[in-house]
C-alpha cells in the first residue's frame, strides 16, 4: 500500500500538463482555488471518502451559483475550470489520503516501539529480579577493549561494593589459593581456544573474609576473523548446595554403615520388583545367597519364595503401590541348602525415589523360642496336672491363668471356667475378709504369702486349704503374678479341735480332783498345775516363770533332784 515518490511524480505531471491547458483555456481562474484547501483537509482528516465528497461538494456549489448567477460564470468556462478543478483535487486527494495513511503508521509504528520498549524494559527488570533472587551474577568482558559490565548481584558473590570496578587480577586474587591456578588455566584454556567453560571453586569473600563456593559459567564469542572478542558468563553462590551435597555424602555414609553392619537384613529394590537387587550382607546370610550369584541373576525374591506365601508377597506390592507401604507381614525363604526361614518382612517406597526399601528379621531364633517355651509349658501343666495338690497361676492383675487338674477337680469346674476371680465365689464367706487381706498385703510387697480358708468342694462339702503363693518374674525383673498351690488341712484343722476338745476335758478333771497334779520339764519349770496344786503354792491362774524348786526346803533339796534326776534318767516315776 505504500506509494514510491517517483510514482507520485509521473502522476503529478500529466495532470499537472492538462490543468495548465483546461486553466489557459478559461477566462476566470480563481473560481475554484478557494476550495483546494478544504479538500486536503477533508483528505487528510476523513481519509478518501471525505475528499470525494469534500470534492464533489465544491463542484456542486460552484455550479449552483452559476445557476444562480448565470452572468458570472459562461458554461464553456465553467466546464473547463470544472475539469481543470477535477484534475487538480483528485491529485491533491490521492496525495493527502497518501499522506494520511504514511502518517498513521508512522503513529502506530511509534506506538509499536514504545510498546516494544516498554516490554523489554519489563522483561530486562524481570530478568534481573530472576537474578537477584537466584544470586546469579551476571559479567560482559571485552578482551580486546577491556571495557566489563559487572552486575550488582555479581559483585554482591564476589563481596565487593557497588562502587568498585574489578578486574581479573582483582577477582583471581580472591580464588581461594588451593583453586586459584586452576582457574587461572580453565579461564586461559577458554578465551585461548574460544570455547565455553564452566567451573566451580571457592573464593574469600571480599566483605568478610567468608569462604564461599561459586559456579561460573561463560560464553567466549569470536569475531569476523575467529579471534576471542568478548566473554559473556554468569556466576552464581552454590555455597548452600555445596553444604547440603556434603551433609548428604555424611548421611549416605552414615546410613551406608548401617546398612552393611545391621543384624537386620536391608534390600533396595525397583519399584518394577526387577533388574538389580542392592542387599546387605546381613539379608544375603539370612537367605543363603552370595553376592556374586546375586550379580549373576541367580537370586530373585520370587524363586526363593514357596508357593504358598506368594500371595501375601503380591498383596504387599499392591499396598506398596497404592499407599508406599506395606504392612509387615511373615513369610518364608527357600534357602538353596532346602532349609526354609522364617522372617519379618517390612517394605516401604522411598520418597521421591523408584526404590523399595525391604528389611528382613530372622525369626529362626525367635520361632525355636517360641517352640522351647511352649514344649516348656506342655512340661509344667503335664507335671501340675499329675500333682494331687491344686496348683494355679495368677497375672500381674490377680485373674487366674492356669489352674491344674487337681484344683478343677476340688472345686468341681472345668478348667475353662477357673478364670479372673470366679474362685472367690468358693470361700467361706467368714474367711473371705482374711483371705483378701492376705492377698493384698503380699501384692503389695510382691513377696510371698500363706493364708487359710475354707473351699467349698464340689460335693458341697467345706474343705480347710492351706495356700501358698509365690511371686513370678521374667529375665528382666518384671512382675508377672504368682504360682500358689494349695494343701488340704482339713483332717489337721479336725485333729487340733479333737485335741483341744482333749485337753479341755482334762483339765476339767484335773481341776476337780482332790489331790495335786502337776506337769513340768526337765528343768525343773512347770507346765501344769491343777487347782488343787495351785492352791497349794499359792498361786492363781497364770503360772508362768513359776518353778516348783525354789518351794523345796534346802535340807530336803538335794535328796529331791537326786531322786528327780534318776527318774528322768531312767524314765520311771
Not at 577491556?146 to 578486574?167: C, V
Not at 546387605?280 to 508357593?307: C, H, K, M, Q, Y
Not at 525369626?363 to 506342655?378: D, F, G, K, N, V
Request: proline share 4%.
Amino acid at each position: 500500500r505504500y506509494i514510491s515518490v517517483t510514482g507520485v511524480q509521473t502522476c503529478a505531471l500529466p495532470i499537472l500538463l492538462a490543468r495548465w491547458v483546461l486553466i489557459t483555456l478559461s477566462t476566470q481562474n480563481n473560481t475554484f482555488l478557494p476550495f483546494f484547501p478544504a479538500i486536503v483537509v477533508a483528505a487528510v482528516w476523513g481519509g478518501r471518502r471525505a475528499a470525494v465528497l469534500g470534492t464533489a461538494a465544491s463542484v456542486a456549489l460552484v455550479w449552483g451559483i452559476a445557476v444562480v448567477d448565470p452572468r458570472r460564470l459562461e458554461p464553456v468556462d465553467l466546464a473547463v475550470r470544472t475539469g481543470a478543478f477535477l484534475f487538480s483535487a483528485v491529485f491533491m486527494a490521492y496525495v493527502s489520503v497518501v499522506t494520511r495513511e504514511a502518517l498513521r503508521r508512522l503513529h502506530e509504528s511509534s506506538l509499536a516501539s514504545e510498546r516494544d520498549l516498554a516490554a523489554l524494559e519489563t522483561g530486562r527488570r524481570r530478568m534481573a529480579l530472576a537474578q537477584d533472587i537466584a544470586g546469579i551474577g551476571v559479567f560482559d568482558w571485552n578482551i580486546q577493549t577491556g571495557e566489563a559490565h559487572w552486575s550488582d548481584t555479581f559483585r554482591r558473590n564476589w563481596g565487593l561494593p557497588a562502587d568498585q570496578t574489578p578486574d581479573r587480577e582483582l577477582l583471581l586474587s580472591l580464588v581461594h589459593p588451593d583453586d586459584r591456578e586452576r582457574v587461572r588455566q580453565t579461564n586461559d584454556a577458554a578465551v585461548g581456544k574460544g570455547e565455553p567453560y564452566q567451573a566451580e571453586y571457592r573464593i574469600v569473600r571480599a566483605s568478610d573474609g567468608a569462604v564461599r563456593w561459586l559456579s561460573a559459567r561463560a560464553d567466549v564469542l569470536c569475531d569476523a576473523q575467529g579471534r576471542p572478542e568478548r566473554v559473556i558468563g554468569v556466576n552464581q553462590d552454590v555455597t548452600d548446595h555445596h553444604i547440603a551435597g556434603e551433609k548428604l555424602r555424611e548421611s549416605e555414609a552414615k546410613f551406608r554403615g548401617v546398612f552393611e553392619t545391621s543384624q537386620l537384613g536391608f534390600g533396595l529394590i525397583d519399584q518394577a520388583m526387577e533388574g538389580q537387587y542392592e542387599l546387605n550382607d546381613r539379608f544375603l546370610e539370612i537367605v543363603g545367597a552370595t553376592r556374586e550369584g546375586l550379580a549373576r541373576g541367580e537370586w530373585s525374591w520370587e524363586r526363593s519364595t514357596p508357593f504358598e506365601h506368594l500371595e501375601a508377597d503380591r498383596r504387599a506390592i499392591e499396598q506398596l503401590r497404592t499407599r508406599g507401604w506395606a504392612d509387615p507381614y511373615e513369610k518364608e525363604y527357600l534357602r538353596p541348602d532346602g532349609r526354609r526361614v522364617p522372617v519379618l518382612v517390612q517394605a516401604s517406597v522411598l520418597p521421591d525415589s523408584d526404590k523399595i526399601a525391604a528389611i528382613i528379621q530372622d525369626l529362626t531364633a525367635q520361632r525355636a523360642a517360641e517352640q522351647a517355651l511352649r514344649e516348656s509349658e506342655a512340661r509344667f501343666r503335664a507335671m501340675a496336672d499329675s500333682a494331687p495338690s491344686p496348683i494355679w497361676v495368677t497375672s500381674a492383675e490377680g485373674g487366674i491363668e492356669f489352674v491344674n487338674q487337681a484344683m478343677s477337680e476340688m472345686l468341681g469346674l472345668e478348667k475353662e471356667e477357673l478364670t479372673g476371680d470366679v474362685w472367690r465365689g468358693l470361700v467361706h464367706p467368714e474367711d473371705l475378709l482374711a483371705t483378701d487381706a492376705a492377698r493384698r498385703a503380699g501384692r503389695a510387697t510382691l513377696k510371698p504369702y500363706v493364708f487359710e480358708a475354707r473351699f467349698k468342694r464340689q460335693d458341697g462339702e467345706w474343705r480347710w486349704m492351706q495356700a501358698s503363693s509365690r511371686p513370678r518374674f521374667d529375665a528382666d525383673g518384671t512382675f508377672l503374678g504368682y504360682v500358689g498351690m494349695a494343701f488340704d488341712i482339713t483332717e489337721i484343722r479336725e485333729a487340733e479341735t479333737s485335741l483341744r476338745e482333749s485337753e479341755e476335758r482334762f483339765r476339767l478333771i484335773a481341776d476337780s480332783a482332790p489331790v495335786n497334779i502337776w506337769m513340768g520339764d526337765a528343768e525343773g519349770g512347770c507346765l501344769y498345775l491343777n487347782k488343787a496344786q495351785r492352791d497349794f503354792w499359792g498361786l492363781g491362774d497364770d503360772i508362768s516363770g513359776f518353778t516348783w524348786a525354789d518351794t523345796l526346803d534346802p535340807e530336803d533339796a538335794h535328796k529331791v533332784f537326786e531322786a528327780f534326776s534318776q527318774g528322768m534318767a531312767e524314765r520311771r516315776a
